[in-house]
């Protein structure tokens, strides 16, 4: 990313795009044991370089609370349990990211099936993704990838499982900052030769904005996948969600005879498992 991120230079598009975002997190509600309410990518993890510190008014990143959050489903950080070494940070990394039964019942591991951890996507300023070693602010992360075959004229549906450790908390929310600022920059990127995402946008909500009672700090893009391979445009989202010094996302690229409330049940199915997991590893205990 290229600089500091304003949070308020979003907020015209933030609420443009709110109603259409918020449906999506308050389909992601979950209830106390992390499964979402009523039953119920691939875009890279959305940071790249070092972040800016921050200052004036943008400094709201990273600003949820010390103390108890005042919702029962975000506990307060333990502090005490944010990992300090790469070795900490894969561990705690291998206890919150998702296996394929976790998203559903059809999802099976797709190959390759797991990212380089010494690498890191970057957004260039053509809007092109490429690849370059982890950035100072991040100790670990992973993208896992899965897809549902193809069958009874529906297509495959790909689908990615991303989980990165900071050390801080205001770390991981300058992490959703970038990728708020990375969507108002390219609403058309190129993931890779013969695979772009077009129409995108996204809105980022704190706790306690837009029925987000779940996260400290979530953000979803939306936009159309178009693939040489895949055909297209076919739907696409991202959804991710932060809790402490931990942020995890789902990502899914659609296909034909796929629905949109289909896709978001993936989504929701992934995130909220992982989200709840982070809660547990690194909450404080209650009473």
């Not at 304003?6 to 209830?31: H, K, Q, W």
């Not at 300090?84 to 919150?96: H, Y």
């Not at 708020?180 to 809105?203: A, F, T």
Request: some cysteine.
């Amino acid at each position: 990313m290229g600089g500091q991120v304003d949070r308020s230079r979003g907020n015209a598009v933030l609420r443009a795009c709110g109603c259409a975002a918020a449906g999506l997190f308050l389909i992601a509600g979950c209830t106390a044991d992390g499964s979402p309410k009523d039953g119920a990518a691939s875009r890279t993890p959305a940071a790249s370089g070092t972040p800016s510190g921050p200052s004036g008014a943008g400094a709201g990143t990273a600003a949820a609370p010390s103390g108890g959050s005042g919702s029962e489903l975000v506990p307060e950080l333990d502090e005490s349990k944010q990992p300090k070494t790469v070795t900490e940070a894969r561990d705690l990394l291998g206890r919150i990211i998702v296996a394929e039964q976790a998203i559903g019942p059809d999802v099976v591991r797709s190959t390759p099936f797991e990212s380089d951890p010494g690498h890191w996507p970057v957004l260039d300023e053509g809007c092109v993704w490429q690849t370059a070693s982890l950035p100072p602010d991040v100790l670990a992360t992973s993208t896992r990838s899965f897809h549902i075959p193809a069958k009874d004229g529906r297509g495959r549906v790909r689908i990615n499982a991303t989980v990165t450790v900071h050390h801080n908390r205001e770390e991981s929310g300058w992490e959703t900052a970038r990728a708020m600022e990375e969507v108002l920059r390219c609403p058309g990127q190129k993931l890779r030769e013969g695979e772009e995402l077009k129409n995108l946008w996204g809105g980022a909500f704190y706790q306690g904005e837009q029925m987000n009672g779940w996260t400290e700090d979530a953000f979803t893009e939306t936009g159309e996948y178009v693939s040489a391979r895949d055909g297209g445009p076919h739907l696409y989202t991202w959804s991710q969600a932060q809790f402490g010094p931990v942020t995890v996302a789902i990502s899914a690229k659609g296909a034909t005879g796929i629905t949109r409330e289909a896709m978001n049940a993936f989504v929701v199915q992934g995130t909220s498992r992982m989200m709840v997991q982070a809660k547990q590893e690194l909450g404080k205990a209650a009473g």
